[in-house]
């Protein structure tokens, strides 16, 4: 009887064990959650902060209609960081230590995505940053951080080989928002500009700034040949109508916009003199899209309403969806492991087929790398549209660079 | 940068002689048993502007301040710095481009009445309530808002200036029916601690206004059309039109000052909504009671003027004031329910600038705070951080009459 009481308390512990250790396999803390960060509220780009939560709610929905992760429901959970970084802080706090995400995505600004970027690493926490750009992030090696966004540097040289091939252009000005983001955008800009034999002149304001006549006056003064608009949010689309206002407009000088242009119809609302105004865009262009990225783009029309899905959005559900894939791919919701993860995966998305080639398995510097490229997504889309007539949403305006997606001629506005 | 070194002796002979004017000339006022109240003012302009020179015959013979001599003392400072400033940065477009110079201070006088006219809503709201509202932004927001809306989703196509009469009645009734239900118990003895409860609970309007309008009308930032669109016109001709040269959106003064149709706009909608707001207070019984009860509740009360009354009115008509700035700026920037942030602590440093309660004063601060932002970001030599530093201009220009003038242009002595 004592032997048959042993023998059914070890099955019972050994029992235990086992479900203790498939529990762990399974990750199966039920629904499974998930962190998504974006700037809802000002001084963030709210525009750019929505599209971005609509479409990792789509990412989220998708899978859980194809019956979910590891048994489980997935569940978003999100959190505005206002483009600030103490907010950023504050959520990611509350996301991981309130509402127990396995994993973050999304964020749209560098100074928030930074300071989420420390608290992820504090807890071990795997985090996908969706249109944070700032280098920076990517250089410090931390084993939690990946990017699908480009790289700032990246983003410079485009836009800065851009402005050098606009004829008659000898002097660019910059208005630069005095952000994580916007400060080594522009210093890297310069540097390619420079090079190019380009005088640049800076003008940093800090970011929600609202009234800028004073410094469109002394930009005037200064006559650039072309102006670069390194500011997000509503402050870009203020800044754009100021200019029009000034006479140093989009119709009067070419102007690069800051990528909340292509909210076409905000664009419009706001900035109804801004015709002409060149726009940067990340991801594959329309005509180029793959199955993901069509299907995707279907269901944010008919969620959204509009008439197409921003480069932010691709960026926002590549980030969410890619953290879900390597929870597949682990088996298990468990940090580390999806860490690991996400450093082998062969992810195909709306943004192309996405891999981190460079992270602890294969160090940077191993290959002669820079340390920014650690966990980046080494081949994000990017193309240059212009728009060319009043109203025109930005899924039809023209892409004018580079010469491989190109879908018109560019129209340079002639200096008055 | 040309002579540095001799702007920086300027500055430093300013800084020597103004504090140690300061300092001295009210006690030795004080020992001769002469009026020290604007001995300390006195001192230090007339000592920055003179030295010794001015400085040793006021303290000598002790003459009867006059208001005259601040202001002259003032220009000759600001003469001094001027020409400090163009000998050490001789390239800076605020010495060598006269139209440059004049965009500046037209810009910045045309922000100054708008900045002037929503402060003067805070104003007349401390001056009758002594309560400071935290929550004059949102009204400026709510202004807005309601300008946008109306033209676009209640009343699609009709005239913003509609839009503007229904902002003035909205941020009108929601000013009423909160100082009724919320700031009333306060003068009735029903709050322990009246001072800290008319901030928190004008906190708590500015937090729910905010977040109201964020869930009803979403963050997306929404613009108003022009109110008006200018003529197309060149005078004295078409052919040459070097005086005034308009297009629907813009107006261009003798070829080299170019405004802006929505900021000329709403300046001139503010200066003559500021017209009827003296006419009302001055030449009408209520104006008058408005006045009474901000001089003396007590008095006013004695003679039949109801001081509750006077009050919800006054927080009212403060609330429709910064509504209206707002539902005049909406055609000029884009609007998002966080837009009256920024414009309520400038608000804030303008009322204190202009002295606390003072009508003309909060007028005056809004005009001078227009100027001087407008001045500084054009002016300070490195254009990296011109316009960075934009709140702080104001900060500065306060602390430094608050450190000579402690009531503010025109505060009262308590």
Same mark, same amino acid.
């Given at each position: 009887?004592?032997?048959?009481?042993?023998?059914?308390?070890?099955?019972?512990?050994?029992?235990?064990?086992?479900?203790?250790?498939?529990?762990?396999?399974?990750?199966?803390?039920?629904?499974?959650?998930?962190?998504?960060?974006?700037? +809802?509220?000002?001084?963030?780009?709210?525009?750019?902060? /929505?599209?971005?939560?609509?479409?990792?709610?789509?990412?989220?929905?998708?899978?859980?209609?194809?019956?979910?992760? +590891?048994?489980?429901?997935? @569940?978003?959970?999100? $959190?505005?960081?206002?483009?600030?970084?103490?907010?950023?802080?504050?959520?990611?706090?509350?996301?991981?230590?309130?509402?127990?995400?396995?994993?973050? $995505?999304?964020?749209?600004?560098?100074?928030?995505?930074?300071?989420?970027?420390?608290?992820?690493?504090?807890?071990?926490?795997?985090?996908?940053?969706?249109?944070?750009?700032?280098?920076?992030?990517? =250089?410090?090696?931390?084993?939690?951080?990946?990017?699908?966004?480009?790289?700032?540097?990246?983003?410079?040289?485009?836009?800065?080989?851009?402005?050098?091939?606009?004829?008659?252009?000898?002097?660019?000005?910059?208005?630069?928002?005095?952000?994580?983001?916007?400060?080594?955008?522009?210093?890297?800009?310069?540097?390619?500009?420079?090079?190019?034999?380009?005088?640049?002149?800076?003008?940093?304001?800090?970011?929600?700034?609202?009234?800028?006549?004073?410094?469109?006056?002394?930009?005037?003064?200064? @006559?650039?040949?072309?102006?670069?608009?390194?500011?997000?949010? /509503? =402050?870009?689309?203020?800044?754009?109508?100021?200019?029009?206002?000034?006479?140093?407009? %989009?119709?009067? +000088?070419?102007?690069?916009?800051? @990528?909340?242009?292509?909210?076409?119809?905000?664009?419009? !609302?706001?900035?109804?003199?801004?015709?002409?105004?060149?726009?940067?865009?990340?991801?594959?262009? %329309?005509?180029?899209?793959?199955?993901?990225?069509?299907?995707?783009?279907?269901?944010?029309? =008919?969620?959204?309403?509009?008439? =197409?899905?921003?480069?932010?959005?691709?960026?926002?559900?590549?980030?969410?969806?890619?953290?879900?894939?390597?929870?597949?791919?682990?088996?298990?919701?468990?940090?580390?492991?999806?860490?690991?993860?996400? *450093?082998?995966?062969?992810?195909?998305?709306?943004?192309?087929?996405?891999?981190? %080639?460079?992270?602890?398995?294969?160090?940077?510097?191993?290959?002669?790398? *820079?340390?920014?490229?650690?966990?980046?997504?080494?081949?994000?889309?990017?193309?240059? +549209?212009?728009?060319?007539?009043?109203?025109?949403?930005? !899924?039809?305006?023209?892409?004018?660079?580079?010469?491989?997606?190109?879908?018109?001629?560019?129209?340079?506005?002639?200096?008055? | 940068?040309?002579?540095?070194?001799?702007?920086?002796?300027?500055?430093?002979?300013?800084?020597?002689?103004?504090?140690?004017?300061?300092? #001295?000339?009210?006690?030795?006022?004080?020992?001769?048993?002469?009026?020290?109240?604007?001995?300390?003012?006195?001192?230090?302009?007339?000592?920055?502007?003179?030295?010794?020179?001015?400085?040793?015959?006021?303290?000598?013979?002790?003459?009867?301040?006059?208001?005259?001599?601040?202001?002259?003392?003032?220009?000759?400072?600001?003469?001094?710095?001027?020409?400090?400033?163009?000998?050490?940065?001789?390239?800076?477009?605020?010495?060598?481009?006269?139209?440059?110079?004049?965009?500046?201070?037209?810009?910045?006088?045309?922000?100054?009445?708008?900045?002037?006219?929503?402060?003067?809503?805070?104003?007349?709201?401390?001056?009758?309530?002594? #309560?400071?509202?935290?929550?004059?932004?949102?009204?400026?927001?709510?202004?807005?808002?309601?300008?946008?809306?109306?033209?676009?989703?209640?009343?699609?196509?009709?005239?913003?200036?509609?839009?503007?009469?229904?902002?003035?009645?909205?941020?009108?009734?929601?000013?009423?029916?909160?100082?009724?239900?919320?700031?009333?118990?306060?003068?009735?003895?029903?709050?322990?601690?009246?001072?800290?409860?008319?901030?928190?609970?004008?906190?708590?309007?500015?937090?729910?206004?905010?977040?109201?309008?964020?869930?009803?009308?979403?963050?997306?930032?929404?613009?108003?059309?022009?109110?008006?669109?200018?003529?197309?016109?060149?005078?004295?001709?078409?052919?040459?039109?070097?005086?005034?040269?308009?297009?629907?959106?813009?107006?261009?003064?003798?070829?080299?000052?170019?405004?802006?149709?929505?900021?000329?706009?709403?300046?001139?909608?503010?200066?003559?909504?500021?017209?009827?707001?003296?006419?009302?207070?001055?030449?009408?019984?209520?104006?008058?009671?408005?006045?009474?009860?901000?001089?003396?509740?007590?008095?006013?009360? #004695?003679?039949?003027?109801?001081?509750?009354?006077?009050?919800?009115?006054?927080?009212?008509?403060?609330?429709?004031?910064?509504?209206?700035?707002?539902?005049?700026?909406?055609?000029?920037?884009?609007?998002?329910?966080? #837009?009256?942030?920024?414009?309520?602590?400038?608000?804030?440093?303008?009322?204190?600038?202009?002295?606390?309660?003072?009508?003309?004063?909060?007028?005056?601060?809004?005009?001078?705070?227009?100027?001087?932002?407008?001045?500084?970001?054009?002016?300070?030599?490195?254009?990296?951080?011109?316009?960075?530093?934009?709140?702080?201009?104001?900060?500065?220009?306060?602390?430094?009459?608050?450190?000579?003038?402690?009531?503010?242009?025109?505060?009262?002595?308590?």
């Amino acid at each position: 009887m004592r032997k048959w009481k042993t023998l059914c308390f070890c099955a019972i512990i050994c029992a235990g064990v086992l479900a203790l250790w498939s529990h762990n396999l399974s990750a199966a803390d039920c629904p499974i959650k998930i962190g998504g960060l974006a700037p +809802l509220s000002a001084p963030g780009a709210v525009t750019g902060g /929505e599209a971005m939560r609509d479409a990792m709610q789509i990412a989220v929905d998708e899978v859980n209609a194809a019956g979910g992760l +590891l048994g489980c429901r997935v @569940q978003l959970v999100m $959190g505005d960081t206002e483009g600030l970084p103490e907010k950023a802080t504050a959520v990611m706090e509350k996301l991981i230590n309130q509402d127990k995400v396995v994993a973050v $995505g999304g964020e749209y600004h560098s100074s928030p995505g930074i300071a989420a970027m420390e608290v992820a690493h504090k807890y071990g926490i795997p985090i996908v940053f969706a249109e944070t750009w700032n280098d920076g992030m990517t =250089a410090k090696k931390y084993p939690e951080v990946f990017r699908v966004a480009p790289l700032s540097s990246e983003v410079a040289d485009f836009q800065s080989r851009f402005a050098a091939i606009v004829p008659g252009v000898k002097k660019v000005a910059m208005i630069v928002e005095n952000t994580d983001f916007g400060r080594p955008n522009a210093e890297a800009s310069v540097k390619v500009l420079e090079k190019a034999g380009i005088q640049t002149v800076m003008f940093p304001v800090d970011i929600g700034t609202q009234d800028f006549s004073s410094i469109i006056q002394r930009m005037k003064a200064a @006559q650039p040949d072309l102006i670069i608009v390194i500011v997000t949010g /509503e =402050a870009s689309y203020n800044f754009t109508q100021q200019a029009a206002d000034a006479g140093i407009g %989009p119709e009067n +000088l070419p102007m690069i916009c800051d @990528q909340t242009a292509l909210e076409s119809k905000a664009y419009w !609302t706001n900035v109804p003199a801004g015709n002409y105004a060149f726009v940067m865009r990340v991801g594959i262009p %329309p005509q180029r899209f793959n199955d993901v990225a069509k299907s995707f783009e279907k269901t944010y029309m =008919a969620k959204t309403g509009k008439k =197409a899905a921003e480069s932010y959005a691709f960026e926002a559900y590549d980030s969410v969806r890619i953290l879900m894939y390597a929870i597949k791919e682990a088996k298990s919701s468990d940090k580390k492991a999806i860490i690991n993860a996400l *450093e082998k995966i062969k992810y195909v998305g709306a943004l192309g087929t996405i891999t981190f %080639p460079y992270g602890m398995n294969n160090p940077p510097d191993k290959n002669n790398k *820079e340390d920014k490229w650690w966990h980046q997504f080494p081949e994000p889309a990017i193309t240059m +549209l212009q728009y060319q007539k009043k109203g025109q949403d930005s !899924t039809q305006a023209v892409v004018v660079y580079p010469t491989s997606y190109k879908t018109g001629e560019p129209v340079y506005v002639k200096k008055k | 940068m040309g002579h540095s070194t001799l702007l920086w002796s300027v500055v430093s002979w300013l800084t020597f002689w103004g504090m140690l004017g300061g300092i #001295v000339t009210p006690r030795i006022f004080s020992r001769k048993n002469l009026d020290v109240s604007r001995a300390g003012l006195a001192g230090a302009t007339i000592g920055a502007a003179t030295g010794p020179l001015g400085l040793l015959p006021l303290w000598y013979f002790g003459p009867r301040l006059r208001t005259s001599w601040n202001v002259l003392s003032s220009l000759f400072i600001m003469a001094m710095l001027a020409w400090g400033f163009a000998l050490a940065d001789p390239d800076n477009p605020c010495v060598s481009d006269g139209t440059f110079v004049a965009s500046l201070l037209v810009n910045g006088l045309t922000m100054g009445i708008i900045y002037g006219f929503m402060a003067l809503g805070l104003s007349l709201i401390f001056s009758i309530l002594g #309560v400071v509202s935290f929550a004059h932004g949102e009204f400026y927001m709510v202004g807005g808002m309601v300008v946008y809306f109306f033209t676009t989703t209640w009343f699609p196509g009709s005239h913003p200036l509609l839009g503007l009469a229904a902002a003035c009645v909205i941020t009108f009734a929601i000013g009423a029916v909160f100082e009724c239900i919320f700031l009333q118990p306060m003068y009735r003895g029903k709050v322990e601690r009246p001072v800290e409860y008319g901030i928190l609970v004008t906190f708590g309007l500015a937090f729910f206004l905010q977040y109201f309008v964020q869930a009803v009308a979403g963050t997306n930032p929404v613009k108003a059309r022009r109110f008006f669109d200018f003529p197309v016109l060149g005078i004295p001709s078409m052919a040459d039109p070097w005086l005034i040269k308009t297009t629907q959106g813009s107006l261009m003064l003798f070829n080299a000052v170019s405004l802006s149709n929505p900021r000329l706009t709403a300046a001139a909608i503010a200066l003559l909504m500021l017209g009827l707001l003296l006419l009302f207070l001055y030449h009408t019984w209520i104006g008058r009671a408005l006045r009474a009860v901000s001089q003396d509740p007590q008095a006013a009360a #004695v003679v039949g003027i109801n001081p509750e009354i006077m009050n919800a009115l006054a927080f009212a008509l403060g609330g429709m004031l910064a509504g209206l700035s707002g539902a005049t700026l909406v055609q000029a920037f884009s609007w998002v329910p966080q #837009v009256g942030m920024l414009p309520t602590l400038r608000s804030f440093v303008i009322i204190v600038l202009g002295g606390l309660g003072s009508l003309p004063g909060a007028f005056l601060g809004g005009l001078m705070i227009g100027v001087i932002e407008a001045a500084a970001t054009g002016c300070v030599p490195d254009p990296t951080r011109a316009a960075a530093y934009i709140p702080a201009y104001g900060m500065i220009v306060l602390t430094l009459v608050l450190l000579l003038k402690p009531t503010g242009f025109f505060g009262r002595q308590q």
